[in-house]
């Protein structure tokens, strides 16, 4: 059944564009044409245990009104993602800023008593960071772990202000 799919798509490829893209204008939607014809494909493949040869064009033609017509379809979520703008921060590795970033921390820490520079040395240095996890490695409850986290992050912000 795949090669009598892969021979219609490949036949009707440009035809379902176009109908496609047609739908498109037509919604007013910001959806790429192609990635419609192949959430299409996929879904007719992953059906081709129930399908007949009749049955591909009807399928694949009302699979892609419904992926366009629909908003909350897989094709309109990846289509919303990758429209999305992603800021990124295009700055060369600094290694003075590093520098005066470690120099900065340690200058917390020196700020810091006893039992809030260990609890800092798990949780940032060592990279334990959920309140679960930081109960169990010192052997207490949660809710504790967490006024504890709360109380060396209060303390980090201040720090930061000042």
């Given at each position: ?49 129930n ?38 921060i ?34 940032y ?38």
């Amino acid at each position: 059944m795949k090669e009598l799919i892969d021979k219609y798509f490949i036949e009707n490829y440009t035809k379902l564009v176009s109908l496609a893209d047609a739908k498109i204008n037509m919604m007013n939607k910001q959806i790429e044409a192609a990635s419609v014809v192949s959430s299409a494909y996929i879904y007719i493949v992953s059906k081709s245990d129930n399908l007949t040869q009749k049955e591909i064009a009807p399928l694949a033609i009302g699979f892609i009104c419904m992926e366009i017509s629909l908003y909350n379809t897989k094709t309109n979520r990846k289509e919303q993602v990758r429209g999305s703008e992603i800021d990124f921060i295009d700055e060369p590795f600094n290694q003075e800023s590093d520098l005066i970033l470690n120099l900065d921390i340690e200058g917390f820490v020196n700020t810091l008593d006893r039992l809030d520079t260990i609890l800092w040395d798990v949780y940032y240095v060592r990279g334990i960071q959920t309140k679960r996890d930081i109960a169990e490695h010192f052997n207490i409850d949660p809710s504790s772990a967490l006024i504890y986290i709360n109380r060396v992050k209060e303390k980090y912000r201040e720090y930061v202000k000042s």
